[in-house]
């Protein structure tokens, strides 16, 4: 039983990577960017929408239907470190936001 609340307290601990990720064209003329703070996650779940023809950007979802999942390439572009001095920081969100914006003036910029 003791095991079982060790590894419960682990779980608590472990802290999932977060960051930016694009879902792209192979050809690079569209791209979508997302921000999480569970990239692994977030990742997994784009991916699920997108072949179920769910995803929200409606945009992309037209893409990824007519150009077939075969052209298309989901990427992480850069990770978010957690912050050392701050163990009780859980929202990264603005953070998350300013390297949202950087990313897509750098791509514009392309």
């Known amino acids: 039983m003791d095991r079982k609340k060790e590894l419960?307290?682990?779980?608590k601990q472990m802290k999932s990577e977060m960051g930016i990720f694009a879902v792209?064209?192979?050809d690079g003329t569209k791209y979508f960017l997302e921000t999480t703070q569970n990239l692994k996650g977030k990742i997994n779940?784009?991916?699920?929408?997108?072949q179920h023809g769910s995803h929200p950007n409606k945009a992309m979802q037209n893409e990824w239907n007519q150009r077939g999942e075969n052209n298309f390439v989901i990427e992480i572009l850069e990770k978010l470190e957690y912050d050392k001095d701050d163990?009780?920081?859980t929202d990264?969100?603005?953070e998350l936001s300013i390297m949202k914006m950087l990313w897509e003036e750098k791509l514009n910029k392309n």
């Not at 419960?8 to 779980?11: F, G, L, T, V």
């Not at 779940?45 to 997108?50: A, D, V």
């Open 8 to 11: 419960k307290e682990q779980y």
């Open 24 to 26: 792209r064209t192979k």
């Open 45 to 50: 779940s784009t991916r699920f929408q997108l």
């Open 87 to 89: 163990e009780t920081k």
């Open 92 to 94: 990264y969100s603005e």
